[in-house]
C-alpha cells in the first residue's frame, strides 16, 4: 500500500512537471470561481504573463503554461525556495469560456492527496493506534486553505486585466 502511495506521488509530480492537458484538465475540483466578462473584454484579455501580476509572497511562486485546448493551467513552481512551504493540494486552470462570456479558475485536487485520505480514514478505524496520522488531514487542510487565498489573488489578478488596470501592487508602489 505504501508503495502504491509513492508511485502515485510520482507520476503526479512526473505529470504536473510536464505539464500534461488530461492531467489539468481532469480531476475533483475544489475550488471553481467563475468572472463574469463582456465579449469585448475577452476578446482583449491575454493572460500571458500572469504570474507577474501577482504580488510576491513568501510562498513558492505559480508559474503558468499554455495548453493545446487554449486554456492555462498553473501550479507551484519546483525552483528551489526556503522560505514558505506547504503540501501543494491543487493544481490549477484558466478556462476563457466565450459562449458563456466568463472566465473559470478551477483548483483540482491532488490525487494523492485523495486517495490518502480515502485510505486514512479506515485504517484509523481498523487500526485505533494510528489514530496520530489523522495529524495529515490537518496538513492537508492548512495547504488547502493557504491555496485558496492564493488562488483568490489569481482570480483578482484576471479580473485587472479584464478591466484592463494595472494590478493593485504596481498602483500602490
Known amino acids: 500500500m505504501a508503495l502504491a502511495l ?28 467563475r468572472i463574469a466578462a463582456s465579449p469585448a473584454e475577452l476578446a ?12 510576491d509572497e513568501k510562498w513558492m511562486r505559480l508559474v503558468f ?5 487554449g486554456s ?3 501550479r507551484e513552481s519546483y525552483a528551489p525556495h526556503f522560505w514558505g512551504r506547504y503540501f501543494p493540494l491543487l493544481r490549477g486552470q484558466l478556462v476563457v469560456d466565450k459562449r458563456r462570456r466568463e472566465v473559470r479558475v ?15 480514514l479506515p485504517i484509523v478505524l481498523v487500526r485505533p493506534m494510528a489514530w496520530p496520522m489523522v495529524v495529515f488531514l490537518l496538513v492537508f487542510y492548512m495547504g488547502y486553505y493557504i491555496q485558496r487565498r492564493r488562488y483568490a489573488g489569481v482570480v483578482e489578478a484576471v479580473r485587472a486585466r479584464l478591466r484592463s488596470e494595472f494590478p493593485r501592487r504596481f498602483i500602490d508602489q
Request: charged share 10%.
Open 72 to 74: 492555462v493551467a498553473f
Open 44 to 55: 482583449q484579455l491575454s493572460l500571458g504573463g500572469l504570474e507577474h501580476d501577482l504580488p
Open 6 to 33: 509513492i508511485a502515485l506521488l510520482l507520476v503526479e509530480v512526473l505529470l504536473l512537471v510536464r505539464w500534461a492537458p488530461f492531467f489539468f484538465g481532469t480531476g475533483l475540483a475544489l475550488f471553481n470561481q
Open 106 to 120: 478551477i483548483g483540482r485536487c491532488s490525487w494523492f492527496a485523495l486517495v490518502f485520505t480515502a485510505m486514512l
Open 65 to 69: 503554461h499554455a495548453l493545446p485546448d
